[in-house]
């Protein structure tokens, strides 16, 4: 008789784990957002090429394991219980041509930079998720882009045209989906090479941070800069492991927009037998695409990933609730989170009413802080831009309106790059108006440069010092 030890239960599975078949059609309502209406869908003029495009992504392997999706929930379900915090940044449209390794080294490094700066400010853990490998697609205000009396259809993101102003490159291309698929792979696989491979090692990290200090034009930084340092020591001298402080965890995300992508990536997971979105571990609804009733929510509502929701200025705690209803019937643990973008002069009026009504249902979701989508506007030299100080206002509002409520401020998301754009206004390097047109490089929204990026991590580690 054999002494080997039995083999785990999960592992009986005549598929081995990790497998994910595609979902049928039958599957639990995953075709019923078909019917519904399906609002910010490109005008793909070729039915028959989108059908090849969606049969090509559906026979491609999963870019992420459900099991690692799960972990994710069981973290969000920490931070919004306050024994984590969350930091999710990236591009608002990650690009093909941006797809290098060094644009995604150096995006990676902010983020990784933001949040040691982060842990010291609160203490807690942080659930780092880059809106990166697959963040390919936009919603826009108008279908329609004119220039020079010329009107073409509007970039929506490298999935679907591309951003040069021709009718070739503005007409959707389905085959645009499967090379979003292929990037976001090759991202996310530099991703786990640099959290897993030593890049992301506390040390490294840390003296990253104290040349940006040492560099940095103002010393507003300074005091809590030395705090991490004396607490680096610290460790250092009670004989801390450091080597298992070399690799770290960082999960995908993006927004799920364009359903035929996200249904195309949708899977039946071999251990559960439930359907995952294998396209990121967490996706999130847009402000524009968040009706109850409407076909984002409805599939979205039937994958077991977390799930996010932006909600903008006009949310009614009726549709909040709605929403959460729909979304998390079960009231999971970690299943969702709700991203305000409310804008500097409106969080401390509108966010408070929210969740009390949130909080009155017993629900507790995970609170995030959208501080970019609720502070856009056109500069006066004509380009789309925010001010870094009505970021850092609405976050600081963010934080004001959650302590007040009792309610826990879990976590920020924020556009960002680790290059050194131009694209909004203010940071300790004061860009101005004039300054925008130097390296304006966004194909849609503004993001934090690298500098304006720790600087908003070390302004908003001390509002979680006084959490
Ligand atoms: O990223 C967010 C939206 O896609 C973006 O703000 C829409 O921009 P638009 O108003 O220029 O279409
Ligand atoms: C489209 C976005 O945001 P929102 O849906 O909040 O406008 C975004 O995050 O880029
Ligand atoms: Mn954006």
Not at 23 to 30: E, I, K, N, R, T
Not at 130 to 144: E, L, N, T, W, Y
Not at 151 to 158: E, I, Q, V
Not at 435 to 450: F, G, V
Request: proline content about 6%.
């Amino acid at each position: 008789m054999s002494t080997a030890p039995a083999p785990p239960a999960d592992l009986l599975d005549d598929d081995l784990g990790g497998g994910s078949a595609p979902a049928p059609a039958s599957v639990g309502g995953l075709d019923a957002h078909r019917d519904l209406p399906r609002v910010q869908q490109p005008a793909w003029p070729d039915a028959e090429a989108l059908e090849r495009a969606t049969a090509e992504l559906s026979a491609l392997p999963p870019l992420v394991f459900a099991g690692e999706v799960d972990r994710l929930r069981s973290r969000l379900a920490e931070a919004a219980q306050g024994r984590a915090f969350v930091l999710q940044g990236g591009d608002c449209a990650e690009t093909f041509a941006d797809a290098t390794a060094d644009a995604i080294r150096r995006r990676v490094k902010t983020v990784l930079q933001m949040a040691v700066v982060l842990t010291y400010g609160a203490s807690l853990p942080v659930v780092k998720m880059g809106r990166m490998a697959g963040q390919f697609a936009k919603p826009r205000s108008s279908d329609a882009e004119t220039r020079d009396g010329v009107t073409l259809p509007a970039y929506r993101g490298d999935a679907v045209n591309g951003f040069a102003f021709t009718p070739e490159a503005r007409t959707p291309d389905p085959q645009r989906l499967v090379k979003a698929y292929h990037t976001a792979a090759s991202t996310l696989n530099l991703i786990r090479a640099f959290t897993s491979g030593g890049f992301a090692d506390l040390r490294q990290v840390h003296e990253w941070n104290r040349g940006f200090v040492a560099n940095s034009a103002t010393t507003a930084y300074a005091d809590l800069a030395g705090e991490i340092d004396r607490a680096m020591a610290f460790m250092a001298a009670c004989g801390a492991d450091f080597d298992a402080l070399r690799s770290t965890e960082m999960f995908a995300s993006h927004e799920a927009l364009l359903l035929d992508y996200e249904r195309a990536l949708t899977r039946i997971d071999s251990r559960t037998r439930l359907p995952y979105d294998v396209s990121a571990h967490f996706l999130w609804i847009g402000e524009r695409t968040r009706d109850v009733d409407g076909a984002h929510v409805d599939l979205l509502s039937r994958v077991r990933n977390p799930l996010g929701v932006k909600l903008g200025p006009t949310t009614t705690p009726e549709q909040a609730l709605a929403l959460a209803d729909r979304l998390d019937p079960e009231r999971e643990p970690g299943r969702l989170t709700f991203v305000t973008r409310m804008g500097a002069g409106r969080i401390r009026d509108v966010l408070p009413e929210l969740v009390r009504a949130v909080d009155d249902a017993g629900r507790t979701p995970l609170w995030v802080c959208d501080p970019m989508h609720g502070n856009t506007f056109t500069s006066s030299s004509g380009y789309k831009t925010r001010r870094f100080d009505e970021v850092v206002d609405e976050v600081r509002g963010f934080f004001e309106v959650h302590r007040a409520a009792g309610t826990v401020p879990g976590g920020l998301h924020i556009e960002l790059t680790g290059d050194d754009v131009t694209e909004v206004l203010g940071g300790s390097l004061d860009i101005d108006d004039a300054a925008l047109a130097s390296r304006y490089e966004t194909l849609c929204d503004p993001r934090l440069n690298h500098q304006q990026s720790l600087e908003l991590a070390f302004l908003a580690a001390d509002m979680l010092r006084g959490r």
